[in-house]
């Protein structure tokens, strides 16, 4: 029953973005596809930009993800390793940071890049997307740096290893299911952004693909079909990445967001 | 901290045992949240004289948030003192008007509403997310291995869905023409739901609401849960039965106190995230009926974007920002305090 719970809307979408339209509209719901078809697919991506859409979600979402990770890495060893004046500050900054709403900050958002000349432009959204994920990135991140025991890095040293080599061969590669979980949730985040995208870009050509999704309830009408096939497209990249990560992903996400 | 058993879900085998340290292995029972492990070590010296690494290794964060995060805040700040509609937007023209913003938002009827139901609805969820999750998280801890594996599979599928994408799913399913639940309602004899509209009034809107944020959120909360209860030994358990305790109260007396930290960080975190939730609400009900289903974030957006009203808008984001650090204040207290032990 728990399980119809969680995965009947998953399913419901997939269903719908194959079932003719003829009967979404019939009396009794189609539980299953019996004359599956591509319409909705065809019609969902047959939209002026499609491509761009693509390009412009990935840019913005890959370049945040990869951005922050090596920010929150170096931000995390410093906060898990070492002992500074200045360090509960820090952890107070990023708590407060990751309270930041971003849904309302748009305002700014919008002024200060207007004011640059950067509307409409990839980078001012790739960089308000890695801020978005920093601060949960260096929350996670240093809870798994803190987790590796540090005789593995002193024995490195002792064999003649220096820092920066031992951090390489020693911790990075036991960091991997950290860094995994971390960009997986960044990647979420980023990639269903919705409200900063709407002020950000005017022109079509420069919106995401979250625009994308939400522009058939207003198009035409409610086209659910075509919505839940755009919706399928849209989750395809998450539901793929959650499904390659999966084994170390999610039990590394939940264990570094939490514990202490 | 991905102590032992943090592999949860999908698959058991405990491989991040190793990442254990040495030191540790006598506190075996008590590793349960990060900070203990390290506590009893007490390792304060290690890289202590780092002198400036640190603080080079911290800049570019800092340089990010003062940038991308601080920067921003305070303009908004300033914007929230000034009248900025469509005309001084496109104009470039900046008025100052004091507090005259806020006057009108703290006197207004409208944002005390809108302030009391945030709170209701950030409680409700909170509330049936960490029970529904906690319950979960007890039942994966129980279930064999094959329906622990489907259970999380499903979960797994729930969690990824990007919130823009099942906001239209949840539309879908509630669609009062042809969505699926009407029609399972009429289906099992309450005829009167086959065509009901959930968005007709603000009770059945925020249903659907709270329903698809549960549904996201849960699996978060789930999968925490069980990764904690699988670093709490058996013999804790054993030892509890034989003191004639029954579920509930080895729930309460042992299993809770063990994972304090856990259920702290993950409230502190579904608060955050509920409180904030504008997509959800936005995308579903669009704050329809008339304002009824607005949260402070909904209303905040709706008044600065919707009505251009710039500077109100900001005002509200500046007011929901300092509502919601009074609440949490006490929050940050405990984590810090957490912080100290490590």
Redesign the interface.
Known sequence: MLAVFFIFPVYWMIATAFTPAGDLFSKTPAFFPLHPTLAHFKAATHVLDFSDFWINSLTATVGAVLLSLVIALMASVAVARMRFRGRKTFILMIMIAQMAPWAVLQIAVYMIVRNDNMLNEILPLLLFYMAMILPFTIWTLRNFVGAIPKELEESALIDGCNRVQAFWRIIFPLLAPGLMATSLFGFITAWGEYPLVVVLMNETQHETLALWLTSFQTQFGNDWGATMAAATLFALPVLVLFIIMQRRAVGGLTAGAVKG | ???NG??????DDGD?AV?????SGDQAGAKV????L?RAGS??T???N?GI???L??L???V??I???V???I??IL?SFQRLNAFE?IGHVTRWVGFANYQSILSSQTFWDVFGRTVVFTAANVVLIMGGGTL?GL?LNKLGGKMRF???L?????????????T??????F?E??G?VD?LFAKAGFHGMAHYDWMSNEYTAFAVVVLCIV?QS???VA??VY?GLTTISGELYEAARLDGAGPFRIFRSVIFPMLR??FF??IF?EI?WVF?A??QV??ITGGNPVGKTDTL?VY??LT??GQQS?GM??A??VV??VM??VL?SFY?RI??K??DE?
């Open positions: 901290m991905p102590s943090a592999q949860t879900g999908l698959r991040t990442l254990r340290s040495p030191g949240g990060g900070g203990r390290r390792r304060r290690g890289n202590s780092a690494t640190p603080y290794l911290l570019p964060a800092l990010v948030i940038v991308f995060i920067y921003p805040s303009d908004e914007i937007l979960i039942l489907v259970l999380s499903t979960m797994v599928f729930a969690w990824a869905v990007p919130v823009a994408a099942a239209t799913v949840y539309q879908w399913l669609d023409q042809t699926v029609w549904w849960i699996p978060f999968f925490n990764a930290p856990l960080g993950t975190l955050i904030g504008l997509n936005l995308l974030p905040a957006y600065g974007v710039y808008g900001a509200i984001a929901t920002i919601l650090c949490m940050f984590i810090l957490q912080e490590l």
